[in-house]
């Protein structure tokens, strides 16, 4: 067997290995590219290219792959061979440097919202070596981008990047000004918590629903959900242990660190974390964390669920964010310091942050918006719709003594001033951690919680960083020509916590008392995806963007266009497959039930014998029954009319405001039927079965 420490990194081409198989002055350019974003030389990228295959082919692969992630949110691949033919009709095995930096997908079927229609036909993937090259399935997978030969983004990780980088300058920015000569880098670093559902594969598979859609659209809540709380962190079933393990050892071979596994709330849910990263491999690792969770759940006969919503009436499932910014220097800048200008710096940082979320909040709402995670933000099960910032109360002391020139907490100064005083300690761990919180500061870091659970973590980072960039340009645009640095830092921070202080919220954000204070407040509160969407192109978001070079004006039409399609043929197919299910499968069996009963009430009433039950069960399911059937037809007649709506804005409204009612319609018959029903007649596994069956 081999150790943990054997095992990890073992199929990534990582420093390691290039330190070993590449050589010095090759391997020192790489490392350059890799820091300092520089570019690679041809020569160089040949050389890494066959050092690359090499290895690939020693560890049995035959094919390589640009491994990218279009606007589908998951990931694509094209495989290739290493073969190539010698004039002497031999073959061999080999990678240039061409083909490591630069690949042409016939990309045809990707969503480009129009994109590739205005611009060229044809896209290019096109190496980051910031992301090591990896081995899946025998196969190299080489990190791309994807663009179009105009230059647009076509895929999430491109304006991922580009948000990296504008972060990265101002931030130096912003740094230069407190003397932090030595750093010459910034980078945002995530560590997502990932909680998914483990369903046993033989209910999954007699599901249309699980099938097409990744979730049930109809079922009855058993007796027994998560109101006991006895699965929360609770022993781990051995069937799922041994999940795990395998989980742990493929994510760990691919260089992936996931550290803490445990249950959630709802039966049959869990959550991984691994341990942070610079953002852009995180979010590699997450695309490459799901695709590992669903491959291994199938060899123990299992299926992973990744859906915000599988279960009706059981807590959804989301990914926790956690975002930090990090120097070269090894410095974790939302870490509260030891030193007057160290705690300066950061509270420079964090009221960037706090203005940032503010100005943006709806900016941030889109980029966490999709059908399936319509279902939980809301909900009150996940952070509400509306975007808060949570500081904690010690941290929030330290703000209001600051916003109001007043001592703060232990300190007999007169007031709190900025770069002459040191803060407080500041608790990590502190128990008022609130799990309610949207975006909550948790001791160094912040942890952005309305993520869905399949939601590629690009879009929202992306968003958040180029927020952060924003303001923090405007700060350093403002104190780099001042002559009183400690006092105009002083003012600015001040007066930024007075203008943004709406943002913070300590209580609970699942009260409704906090939905008509937020109002109050002037926050946002998308509640669904369309809603959402509305603010897209509003000129702040579209200045943002564009001023920054994130996202061209096109660029953001078309992620626009790709969100809303996608809304709607998700939606689509949900509508369609709960037809599908009624009509083919659940009401002929209710109904082959029906005939049953009826013939007992025949044969019962012949033998003059009672048949109370017989009856009053017939009568309520015949009833259900066309109630059923006419929210069908309803179903079936909306849908036909929405099907016309060319427009996707208006198509989505469509469904929210009546595909979507008529389906919930159609459930609450299904689900009262199912409980009046012989479960020996009903023809799919029941909510019981699928989440305590593992
Ligand atoms: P929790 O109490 O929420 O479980 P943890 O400290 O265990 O908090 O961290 C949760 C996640 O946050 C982990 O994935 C961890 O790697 C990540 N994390 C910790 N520090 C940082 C940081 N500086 N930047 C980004 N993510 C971080
Ligand atoms: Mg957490």
Redesign the pocket.
């Known amino acids: 067997m081999k150790s943990t420490a054997e095992i990890f990194g073992e199929n990534v081409f990582n420093v390691k290995v290039m330190k070993a198989r590449l050589p010095k002055e090759v391997f020192k350019e790489v490392m350059k590219a890799i820091d300092d974003d520089q570019p690679l030389s041809s020569e160089a990228a040949s050389v890494v290219a066959n050092a690359m295959k090499d290895w690939a082919v020693e560890k049995g692969c035959t094919h390589f792959t640009h491994w990218f992630q279009p606007m589908t949110g998951i990931t694509a691949e094209k495989h290739d061979s290493f073969i190539s033919p010698t004039d002497d009709g031999q073959v061999i095995l080999r990678l240039t440097g061409k083909e490591l930096t630069q690949g042409e997908p016939d990309a045809s079927s990707f969503p480009s919202g129009g994109l590739r229609a205005t611009f060229e036909a044809r896209g290019y993937t096109a190496w980051d070596p910031t992301s090591f090259a990896f081995i899946k399935e025998g196969v190299l997978c080489i990190p791309t981008a994807f663009c179009s030969y105009g230059g647009e983004a076509l895929d999430k990780k491109t304006p991922l990047l580009r948000s990296m980088e504008v972060l990265n300058k101002q931030a130096l920015r912003v740094l230069k000004l407190f003397g932090n000569e030595d750093v010459t880098s910034v980078k945002t ?5 990932q909680e998914y559902f483990l369903v046993d594969a033989e209910g999954f598979k007699k599901r249309k629903d699980l099938i097409y859609t990744g979730r049930t659209l109809f079922g009855k809540l058993p007796p027994k959900g998560q109101e006991m709380e006895d699965h929360y962190f609770g022993a781990i079933k051995p069937r799922v242990q041994a999940f795990m393990k395998d989980l742990n050892d493929e994510l760990w071979k691919l260089g992936i660190f996931a ?2 596994e445990h249950n959630e709330v709802a039966p049959s849910q869990h959550e991984l ?4 990263t610079t953002t852009n491999i ?1 979010t590699d690792h997450n695309q490459l964390t799901m695709e590992v969770m669903k491959k291994v759940a199938k060899k123990h006969g299992l299926e992973c669920l990744l859906h915000e919503k599988p279960f009706d009436g059981v807590n959804g499932s989301g990914k ?1 964010n ?3 910014l ?1 120097t070269n220097t090894g410095v ?1 800048l ?2 509260p310091g030891d030193t007057p200008y160290e705690n300066a710096q950061f509270l420079l940082l964090l009221t960037a942050v706090i203005r940032a979320v503010d100005e943006y909040q709806d900016m941030l709402r889109i980029s966490v918006a999709s059908a399936g995670n319509d279902h939980r933000l809301g909900a009150n099960e996940a952070p509400p719709a509306i975007i808060s910032v949570f500081l904690g109360s010690d941290l929030q002391a330290v703000i209001d003594a600051v916003e109001n020139d007043l001592p703060y907490n232990g300190s007999d100064k007169e007031t709190l001033k900025i770069g002459v005083d040191v803060l407080p300690p500041l608790p ?2 502190t128990t008022d ?1 609130n799990r309610t919180s949207p975006f909550a500061f ?4 912040f ?1 952005f919680r309305m993520l869905g659970s399949s939601t590629n973590i690009a879009y929202p980072n992306t968003v958040l960083n180029t927020a952060v960039a924003q303001i923090l340009k405007e700060y350093a645009d403002k104190l780099e020509g001042s002559s009183d640095f400690t006092n105009d830092l002083h003012k600015l921070i001040q007066s930024d916590i007075k203008a943004h202080k709406r943002i913070l919220f300590n209580g609970n954000g699942y009260d409704d008392s906090w939905v008509k204070e937020a109002e109050e407040r002037g926050l946002s509160n998308s509640r669904t995806t369309p809603d959402a969407f509305k603010h897209f192109l509003d000129e702040k978001n579209v200045e943002l963007f564009t001023s920054h070079g994130v996202y061209s004006k096109t660029e953001l039409v078309s992620r626009k266009e790709i969100g809303l399609e996608k809304y709607c043929k998700l939606l689509h197919i949900e509508a369609l497959t709960m037809v599908d299910m009624a009509k083919q499968d659940i009401l002929p069996a209710v109904s082959s039930y029906a005939s049953t009963l009826a013939e007992s009430v025949l044969s019962l009433e012949s033998a003059n014998a009672d048949a109370v039950f017989e009856k009053e069960t017939l009568s309520e399911i015949t009833s259900g029954l066309t109630g059923a059937y006419k929210a069908l037809n309803k179903l079936k007649a909306d849908i036909a009319q929405s099907e016309k709506i060319e427009d996707s804005e208006k198509r989505a409204d469509n469904i929210k405001d009546v595909i979507i009612p008529d389906m919930d319609s159609l459930r609450q018959e299904v689900d009262a039927l199912e409980a009046s029903t012989d479960a020996a007649y009903w023809p799919v596994p029941t909510y019981g079965e699928l989440l305590f069956g593992v």
């Open positions: 670093t995530v560590g997502p918590e550290t803490t974390a691994p341990i942070f995180a926790h956690n975002w930090s990090s974790n939302l870490e990590k761990d951690r948790t001791g160094n870091k942890e």
